[in-house]
């Protein structure tokens, strides 16, 4: 008798997962890592494929995994070679399950594996919602095709998975919502946030955290524009830009002679940079389901985001606001409204660290993955 999708069947030896992950720093990295992190505390074989930049294949060689190097292009002239690479790696590590996360693993992955070994493809955000054109089109033909290669799509979110199925992606899909280590991520109250600006060096005025990639994807460039509309209705504000990323000098350009506007570069401590927040702002331009929402309800702190596809899925709805993204002057008044009315911003913010106790801890979505894998390499084994 085949499994259900809801019932995984136990495998009767030791599971062996590989990731493969060509970002190693960010939100995919991040997600990845704390799969990792369960699957080698519930004494399975994990090892993980990547590039040696970055911080995903030192983190996971840390939580116990074994680790392959990678030098992955999916440049048309280099990625023949990739692949080449790639497939060495499966056929030494011999994987039970390979798990491929975001869409340039996603191409090399399901062309060496072609579901000969059950296959989780989590794209984290599709890789047509950032193409345009013909690039575009050529990145939504590839999806449509390799969807055959997928065992398994894993979404981040319903609104993810939802626009796959309607842009004619067919292969059967678990969502699994991206989850927050609650441990790390603590809620902060008011005198948290006097401690947290202290230790940061910040003054204690309203201040605006926004964390993430320096890049076009996390729309700084749309906050900076802004920040001056905010500043004039309130005089001491500040905002700081917590990330590293290839768009640093033209944002640091673009806010040159901007009151109130710091950069602090690339951290490890984000949770206190969140503490120090009075609302922490996501003005991306997309998403697949962006984590720093999460975080920052974690940390019970208000957010300020943009509609785009994957923020919907994880703010709640009293959680803080979310604005049309071309929707003039929406952001500033979020934000305005919240840096005024510090009783509205911390009832938000513990409203969403309720939610995020309840729909997005990692531990769940940890448990709902190993289901997942379970289940496709119990029914493989049944055949």
């Known amino acids: 008798?085949?499994?259900?999708?809801?019932?995984?069947?136990?495998?009767?030896?030791?599971?062996h997962v590989l990731h493969v992950s060509v970002p190693t720093s960010g939100g995919i990295a991040t997600v990845a890592t704390r799969y990792i992190r369960d699957q080698v505390d519930r004494g399975w074989g994990v090892t993980v494929a990547c590039p040696s930049r970055g911080d995903l294949g030192y983190a996971a060689r840390e939580a116990g995994a074994t680790v392959r190097w990678w030098r992955a292009s999916t440049h048309e002239s280099t990625l023949a070679?990739?692949?080449?690479?790639?497939?060495?790696?499966?056929k030494e590590v011999g994987p039970d399950v390979v798990h491929l996360h975001g869409g340039k693993a996603g191409l090399a992955g399901r062309l060496v594996v072609r579901d000969r070994i059950p296959t989780v493809f989590q794209p984290h955000v599709w890789p047509f919602s950032a193409?345009?054109?013909?690039?575009?089109?050529?990145?939504?033909r590839w999806e449509r095709y390799a969807a055959r290669w997928a065992t398994e799509l894993v979404c981040v979110s319903s609104s993810e998975q939802q626009m796959g199925e309607?842009?004619?992606?067919?292969?059967?899909?678990?969502?699994?919502?991206?989850?927050?280590?609650?441990?790390?991520?603590?809620?902060?109250?008011?005198?948290d946030r006097v401690h947290a600006r202290k230790l940061l060096g910040l003054e204690d005025v309203p201040t605006v955290v926004c964390v993430g990639a320096l890049t076009v994807q996390k729309g700084q460039q749309d906050l900076l524009a802004d920040w001056p509309a905010v500043r004039a209705r309130v005089p001491e504000a500040r905002l700081v830009l917590?990330?590293?990323?290839?768009?640093?000098?033209?944002?640091?350009q673009l806010a040159a002679g901007m009151?109130?506007?710091?950069?602090?570069?690339a951290r490890t401590d984000v949770p206190l940079w969140m503490a120090a927040a009075d609302v922490v702002a996501v003005p991306s331009r997309w998403e697949g389901m962006a984590l720093v929402p999460l975080e920052a309800m974690a940390c019970a702190r208000s957010v300020v985001a943009t509609e785009v596809n994957g923020v919907a899925d994880s703010l709640a709805a009293d959680a803080g606001a979310i604005v049309g993204l071309d929707e003039p002057g929406a952001l500033v008044e979020a934000l305005v409204r919240r840096l005024l009315d510090p009783a509205l911003a911390g009832e938000e913010g513990w409203r969403?660290?309720?939610?995020?106790?309840?729909?997005?801890?990692?531990?769940?979505?940890a448990r709902e993955l190993?289901?997942?894998?379970?289940?496709?390499?119990g029914a493989r084994r049944g055949r």
């Open 370 to 377: 190993a289901r997942v894998y379970l289940r496709l390499v």
């Open 1 to 15: 008798m085949s499994p259900t999708r809801d019932q995984p069947i136990p495998t009767n030896r030791r599971l």
């Open 242 to 252: 917590v990330g590293d990323g290839p768009d640093r000098q033209p944002l640091e």
């Open 131 to 140: 193409a345009r054109g013909g690039v575009q089109g050529a990145a939504l």
């Open 259 to 265: 009151a109130g506007v710091s950069f602090a570069g």
């Open 166 to 191: 309607r842009l004619g992606v067919q292969a059967p899909t678990t969502v699994i919502p991206n989850g927050i280590d609650l441990t790390e991520f603590r809620p902060a109250g008011d005198r």
């Open 81 to 90: 070679g990739t692949v080449a690479r790639l497939n060495r790696i499966v």
């Open 352 to 365: 969403g660290r309720s939610h995020v106790e309840a729909h997005h801890d990692v531990a769940a979505s």
